[in-house]
């Protein structure tokens, strides 16, 4: 038996493309510049600017990862690092009686 699937293959024009989560979370960090924000901040702002910006579904936990990985690399190797290609640089801040660690993004 053969179903109709015409209907399937048709995209709705008012789709927005696909964004990498490393972009989304970029250009987020680059609205963040000269705030200090916290880990726990990425964990939900950028679930919440994904999803405003881009209609975009993304986990904590991926978010989390992708931050650490880029702070990774930026320490590493600066000058090749997506944050600084970003024309970003990221520096901890100590926080007063926090635990958590807070960072601060300024431009180059």
């Given at each position: 038996?053969?179903?109709?699937?015409?209907?399937?293959?048709?995209?709705?024009?008012?789709?927005?493309?696909?964004?990498?989560?490393?972009?989304?979370?970029?250009?987020?960090?680059?609205?963040?510049?000269?705030?200090?924000?916290?880990?726990?901040?990425?964990?939900?702002?950028?679930?919440?600017?994904?999803?405003?910006?881009?209609?975009?579904?993304?986990?904590?936990?991926?978010?989390?990862?992708?931050?650490?990985?880029?702070r990774e690399d930026y320490?590493?190797?600066?000058?090749?690092?997506?944050?600084?290609?970003?024309?970003?640089?990221?520096?901890?801040?100590?926080?007063?009686?926090?635990?958590?660690?807070?960072?601060?993004v300024e431009s180059i």
């Open positions: 038996m053969r179903f109709n699937t015409s209907y399937v293959n048709s995209k709705p024009r008012n789709v927005k493309p696909k964004v990498s989560n490393k972009r989304i979370l970029l250009e987020w960090l680059h609205s963040k510049m000269h705030i200090p924000f916290g880990n726990h901040e990425i964990q939900t702002n950028v679930i919440t600017y994904a999803l405003n910006m881009y209609d975009h579904k993304v986990t904590p936990d991926t978010v989390s990862r992708l931050w650490r990985s880029l320490k590493l190797d600066k000058s090749n690092s997506d944050i600084y290609n970003r024309g970003l640089t990221v520096q901890e801040v100590p926080q007063m009686n926090s635990k958590q660690k807070y960072f601060l």
